[in-house]
């Protein structure tokens, strides 16, 4: 990470509360195998790197206008993808709200519902960034505990107790849960809705990497007509393959979209953004035909770990949490030695792997053996 500019005299200072904190930031270095951020390695075709490339030559067309400040356009195309995968009928438009990424989805979600004297609950180890959205917008951050190593579950009860005991008004739970992988029973999202429901409570299903979970699992998009506080999340980023264009989204209550639509910044989503993403949905079944490789993929490393010995998070999502022990920095730098980055992430002696291109599972697989042989 680049060093802080040195402070010269009269140099302002920011917020108290932001003193000494470092920006987030996983290592992007340039290696043969990059499996730290759970990325889809598989890049645009180039028949859909041109097409992408035509929308955008025709929405820059009109640049010097703002865009459509609603997207109402790219907001049907993902209602009727929603549709489709998850068995749901179309939201609405009224229902889908879109932003850069759902790193900007869920911290407008807390603009609008956390804030001062409010209080988000999560389920560690979570997401790294949740207690950043909760800084920001001043909410006060819980995190109750998932279940032991190495399945990571979490329960009804735990979920109902942890909300009695911090009475939070914003609830987050992800499924599959990143960086863990863990599946969500639906039984749980339903009794958490329930719970939060006479307290106005908000309830997030985070679902950035939904697609990847197997077969038959329901997604919680298919609880929203039973529960006006639940909010389901979902990003463009990982099963799409699109994160370097940040686009993420989520379907609610109307009421909950009125809501964001106070806090959000006019024109947040740009027309070239609109316009890559709308090119993006309409390529959907090349693009998500590799989710179904990503998932065999995963299930065969998942198997080859075990295999070593290793314990291994039961996986749904496209990348893997597997224990390594003490030792986990060497052996985390001797796998970029031999140029395959993953992440030091989750709780002490466990490394998580994202699932890359079979060749790059297989260079990760063979540094592996080398860096720990077994
Ligand atoms: N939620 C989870 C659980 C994630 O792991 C990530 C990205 N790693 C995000 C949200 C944000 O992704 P994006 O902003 O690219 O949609």
Same mark, same amino acid.
């Given at each position: ?31 043969? =195998? ?34 459509? /400040? ?6 049907? !195309? ?8 998850s068995?749901?009928? @179309? ?9 850069n990424?759902s790193?900007?989805?869920? =911290? ?10 409010r ?14 959205? $909760? /800084?920001?917008?001043f ?6 505990? /998932?279940?032991?190593?190495?399945? %990571? ?9 942890? *909300? ?5 008004? #914003? ?14 029973? +639906?039984?749980?999202?339903? $009794? @958490? ?5 006479? /307290? ?11 697609? %990847? ?13 039973? =529960? ?16 370097? @264009? ?15 639509? *106070? ?12 316009? #890559?993403?709308r090119?993006?949905?309409? =390529?959907?079944?090349? +693009? ?9 993929e995963?299930?065969?490393? $998942? ?16 990348? *893997?949490? %597997?224990?390594?022990?003490? !030792? ?8 970029l030695? &031999? ?5 030091? #992430? ?26 720990d042989? &077994?």
């Open positions: 990470a680049p060093s802080p500019a040195p402070a010269r005299p009269g140099t302002p200072a920011p917020r108290e509360d932001l003193a000494g904190m470092h920006p987030y930031g996983a290592p992007q270095l340039d290696v043969p =195998h990059m499996l730290n951020v759970n990325e889809n390695p598989f890049p645009p075709s180039p028949a859909l790197a041109a097409a992408m490339g035509e929308a955008v030559r025709e929405a820059a067309s009109c640049l010097n206008r703002y865009p459509d /400040r609603e997207f109402e356009a790219l907001r049907a !195309d993902l209602g009727a993808y929603l549709a489709e995968e068995g749901i009928p @179309a939201p609405a438009a009224s229902q889908v709200w879109v932003a990424g790193n900007e989805v869920m =911290h407008q979600l807390l603009l609008a519902f956390g804030g001062p004297n209080t988000a609950l999560g389920f560690a180890p979570h997401y790294s960034m949740y207690p950043e959205y $909760a /800084r920001d917008t909410t006060r951050w819980v995190a109750a505990d /998932r279940g032991p190593a190495p399945e %990571f579950a979490l329960g009804t009860e735990q979920v109902l107790s942890a *909300i009695a005991e911090h009475s939070p008004d #914003v609830v987050v739970l992800t499924s599959p849960n990143n960086p863990t992988g863990t599946a969500l029973d +639906l039984e749980i999202v339903r $009794a @958490a809705a329930k719970a939060l429901a006479p /307290r106005r409570g908000l309830l997030v299903v985070d679902e950035a990497y939904g697609e %990847f979970r197997r077969d038959g699992v329901p997604s919680a998009l298919t609880l929203l007509p039973e =529960h006006a506080n639940l909010v389901v999340s979902r990003t463009m980023s990982k099963a799409f393959a699109l994160a370097g @264009a940040r686009v993420g989204y989520l379907v609610a209550d109307p009421a909950i979209v009125d809501a964001i639509r *106070i806090v959000r910044l006019p024109y947040h989503l740009s027309a070239v953004t609109q316009a #890559v993403a090119t993006a949905i309409a =390529h959907r079944a090349e +693009l998500l035909s590799q989710v179904a490789v990503l998932r065999a995963r299930d065969a490393l $998942a198997e080859h770990l075990r295999g070593r010995g290793h314990q291994v998070a039961p996986s749904d999502a496209n990348f *893997i949490l %597997f224990h390594v022990g003490e !030792d986990r920095h060497r052996i985390w730098q001797a796998l030695d &031999r140029g395959v980055l993953i992440r030091e #992430v989750g709780p002490e002696g466990w490394l998580r792997v994202s699932l890359g291109t079979p060749e790059d599972n297989t260079a990760f697989r063979t540094a592996l053996q080398e860096a042989p &077994r």
